[in-house]
């Protein structure tokens, strides 16, 4: 959606561009922080998405422009070869070409106009659906050889590598893979998904808290570093080869016993889920999204108090079936399942009682 006044690549470039692409953003229905431990995953494609328009240039020079941003931090620029990480943007442009050049495809020069209607920091990966848009754009004007699946793995690098936040696969996997119609069973270790309608009759409520979130830094790498310490102390690759007997036998030190917990329960749940969803059983997946939430309010300490308020007031509206916090944490959107006749008053009245109980602004997302 172009906004009134925002100017179009011929005017901000002096010519047309030569390609346009678009990636969504992602909808985590259950399964956090399991990615970066090897577990299971289970998102959707966002009806929100970024969009690019491309041109290539005859240089090594990338200029973009982001509609999304204020003024003074619309454009940036730099030369191939030369990436560097400047704390804007145009990390996420730079981290790609610099992926590529890690994978040995070849890129140009470019001109690049961005356009997004996902909020930046919402908890629906912005950022994976920016690098996954731009690979897309990329692929189709050079004719560069990539999977959807390559393009998930060089769009994480660009996040791990030059942004320098160490994300799992999830988000640039859902960008380049999910649709919005059927959520995507994804085994993080071995990259087999599966494609699973929700059930009939159902439809998700995603409210964005109005908090908005990092992770670039922070308690995104702390979680990272304590469940890579809890695999280590139990003896396994990877968290998700432990079991719930193998913590009760360690006793692990807080708070890594209860990192671990989360995250073995939770890759249980994700299995649990994908057989609700496929026996169309919306009860039971809702059931085990409240338990999800619980476990990571609890024992993987990433919700805030306006999330645990927004869950909270999604899971006693009428029609709904189960909600929980989305995404990375610390802020960000609460996802709900919920009967798809009453979807769109009970997010309405969700939303109203939240902004009168805490001084922000939730944006209902979905529906
Ligand atoms: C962020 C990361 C993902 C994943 C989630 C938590 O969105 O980018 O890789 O770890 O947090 O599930």
Known sequence: MIEQGAPAFDALFNRAPAVTADAPGRVNLIGEHTDYNGGFVFPIAAPQRTRIALAPRADAVVRGWSRDVGDEQAWIEFRLGAEA??????DYIAGVTAALREWNIPC???????????????????SASLEVALLRGLRDMFSLDLDDVVLAKI?????????????????QMAASLADEHAALFLDTRSLAYERVRLPPATSLIVIHSGVVHRHA???YRVRRAECEEAARRLGVRELRD???GDLERA???PPIDRRARHVITENDRVVRGLAALKSGDA???GALMVASHESMRADFEISTA????LVGLARDADGVYGARLTGGGFGGSIVALADAAKAVDAAARIAAEYSRRVPLHPTVLIP
């Open 283 to 285: 009860q039971q997946f």
């Open 217 to 219: 830094g922070g308690e």
């Open 251 to 253: 006793a692990l030190p």
């Open 306 to 309: 306006e999330i645990d308020l």
């Open 155 to 171: 769009a994480q690098r660009a996040e791990t590598g030059l942004v320098g936040a160490p994300v799992g696969i999830m988000d």
């Open 242 to 244: 432990a079991t719930v």
């Open 108 to 126: 140009g020069g470019f001109d690049a106009r961005i356009e997004s209607d996902l909020p930046l920091g919402g908890g629906l990966s912005s």
């Open 85 to 90: 990480r400047a704390g804007t943007w145009g």
